[in-house]
């Protein structure tokens, strides 16, 4: 079954028009058998993830690997894979790579048709409200969040009753409705001079508190935090990080700064996925350990040499939900289609704007 989906028109009085699965035409069904020209097809894409998936895997990641390859072709179609996705995704199948306003500005930029989101749900409404022209697919529409589920747009209606006049910023962890909602957008690399840009004595940061506890701690202005947390990150504690050290002599330790404070605090360094995938290659540690969701040690491990991964391995159940089979069945039948209402996604388009503006 083909459905859309909208999270952010919960009042349902928007109607999309034609379904993507109506709009575009029916492929054939590309056959999915381990042979030797799946072999022969896809030996170069292997030889990118050897380091991390042992041979014998391979043939049942393949035949996917090449018939979603040939149905992006057909499509028009490019491939978002943010760094929590899997190795036979991220690089094997993958246009492009990164976190997710990364991902949905070079969307954006591309000529492709089609935006295929190997992430969760907030970040596939983050390419459409970026991309409105273009058909966006998640490959399961129950790929969730917690830190985007934490909080609604009615939500940040009451806060500004609670806190009149105090601005608010919203981490792009949110969902279309609360970006709407919001003064501004923020990322865990630019959240600072976000906060520091409003000239209030006062802001309100939603929806991850250990995001909003480390501004309080960098910066004069109050910070008012919303109570939200990650469910993979908040599982790391002080304790475990200090035992890897123990164990591991030398080992750098790099956190996410969605982990509670005092894991960061400890931690050798501390940034966005994509600051801590830039530590890694520039610094090239001998020994490392990324306090973050297991697939991204894996997907910089594949690549790099001359460094030893340290794994505390916390996955992200939601990001786990996007699969080759599952991006398979998405170009294939142009599900699942995600739909944002056109005035809300202009609301929630003006508050990421507002934060790229800040620079
Ligand atoms: S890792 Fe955390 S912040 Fe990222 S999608 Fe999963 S629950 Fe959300």
């Not at 799946?38 to 895997?57: C, D, F, N, Q, S």
């Not at 049942?60 to 929590?84: D, G, M």
């Amino acid at each position: 079954m083909s459905m859309s989906t909208s999270l952010s028109n919960p009042m349902g009085a928007w109607r999309a028009g034609m379904p993507a699965t109506a709009r575009f035409p029916v492929l054939p069904r590309p056959n999915l058998d381990w042979t030797p020209e799946v072999e022969a097809a896809t030996a170069h894409l292997y030889e990118r993830i050897a380091k991390v998936m042992p041979p014998v895997e391979w043939p049942f990641h393949a035949p996917y690997v090449k018939a979603i390859n040939e149905l992006k072709r057909a499509r028009n179609a490019v491939i978002l894979a943010h760094n929590y996705q899997t190795p036979e995704i991220y690089h094997c199948v993958a246009d492009y790579v990164g976190d997710s306003l990364q991902l949905a500005k070079l969307a954006a930029a591309s000529p492709a048709d089609v935006i295929v989101q190997g992430g969760v749900h907030f970040m596939a409404e983050t390419s459409k409200i970026l991309s409105p022209e273009k058909t966006v697919l998640i490959p399961d529409a129950e790929a969730g969040c917690s830190l985007a589920a934490s909080i609604t747009g009615a939500d940040v209606r009451a806060l500004r009753r609670e806190y009149p006049g105090v601005p608010i910023v919203a981490y792009v962890n949110t969902s279309a409705e609360v970006k709407a909602e919001v003064d501004i957008c923020c990322t865990s690399s630019n959240a600072l001079k976000i906060v520091e840009s409003l000239g209030s004595d006062r802001v309100i940061m939603v929806p991850d508190r250990f995001l909003a506890q480390s501004m309080a701690a960098q910066t004069k202005v109050k910070i008012i935090a919303w109570h939200g947390a990650c469910e993979v990150h908040e599982r790391f504690t002080a304790e475990e990080i200090q035992s890897y050290r123990a164990d591991h002599p030398g080992v750098k330790i790099i956190a996410h700064p969605e982990c509670p404070r005092e894991v960061v605090e400890i931690s050798d360094f501390a940034g966005s996925t994509a600051a801590m995938i830039d530590y890694v290659r520039t610094k090239r540690p001998a020994r490392v350990l990324l306090v973050t969701e297991c697939s991204m040690a894996d997907n910089v491990a594949a690549e790099t040499t001359g460094t030893e991964f340290v794994r505390p391995c916390n996955f992200c159940p939601h990001m786990k939900r996007i699969t080759l089979p599952r991006i398979f069945d998405s170009l294939l039948y142009m599900r699942e289609e995600v739909v944002v209402d056109p005035l809300l996604a202009e609301r929630a388009r003006a508050s990421v704007q507002r934060m790229i503006d800040v620079g």
